[in-house]
């Protein structure tokens, strides 16, 4: 079973276009997280939530819009994507605030 | 706000040591530790939380000096395995904050 999952793997999509990325987690972990990791390899964190409710949310445009119906569940909404969106979108939980953090494979996104 | 690592990028080979250095320009409650390897998710070594505290995790060790806001990672008798980008995670502030914010990495390679 994987821990951390997230869907899908690849996504290659056009600029203006609307896309999201799931992830599920089954640690039993109350805390998640959206992490964007960039060509050079900068790992930033985006968003958290603990317990459905979102707690940190960094500088991150209102296009990316993230939703926790449970919190097993963290999912990224992208909307109107530029060719600046393209990197890998890791995410991740923990439990409780800071802890071990334990990383989904990643969704590479690609914008043309 | 984001820590520092030091050097950019390391080329040993097996059985040789290395040491990577992470700095803060602020206070810092922990400083965590991950590897990742070429297109995989970064993966948990260890965190670290007092001042002055030293963690060792098989040959891979590390400090934290809260005094100095560095921490370093120690790499003994290094194995192939060991290759991958190793980043520090940083948590600004006097308490948990749930927010890790990491260096730039280390690239770290292993020759035969």
């Known amino acids: 079973d994987t821990a951390v999952s997230q869907t899908p793997k690849y996504l290659v999509t056009q600029m203006g276009n609307d896309k999201s990325i799931k992830c599920e987690q089954n640690l039993g972990h109350d805390t998640m997280y959206w992490y964007k990791q960039d060509s050079k390899k900068f790992l930033k964190i985006m968003f958290s939530?603990?317990?459905?409710?979102?707690?940190i949310n960094e500088t991150v445009p209102n296009r990316f819009s993230p939703k926790s119906p449970d919190k097993a569940h963290l999912n990224l909404h992208i909307n109107s994507l530029e060719l600046g969106d393209s990197a890998v979108y890791f995410c991740a939980s923990s439990r409780g605030g800071v802890g071990e953090l334990f990383f989904g494979e990643g969704s590479r996104l690609t914008v043309l | 706000q984001q820590p520092v690592q030091s050097p950019q990028a390391v080329i040993l080979r097996e059985g040789e040591d290395a040491v990577i250095n992470c700095s803060s320009s602020k206070a810092l409650y922990s400083v965590h530790w991950y590897r990742q390897k070429h297109g995989e998710a970064p993966v948990f070594l260890m965190i670290l939380l007092k001042g002055g505290e030293q963690k060792g995790h098989d040959k891979i060790s590390a400090s934290f000096n809260e005094k100095k806001q560095q921490s370093s990672l120690y790499l003994t008798a290094s194995q192939l395995s060991y290759s991958g980008t190793y980043f520090c995670g940083t948590e600004v502030g006097s308490s948990n904050t749930g927010k890790l914010i990491f260096g730039q990495g280390t690239t770290l390679q292993v020759k035969p």
């Open positions: 939530y603990n317990n459905k409710e979102l707690i």
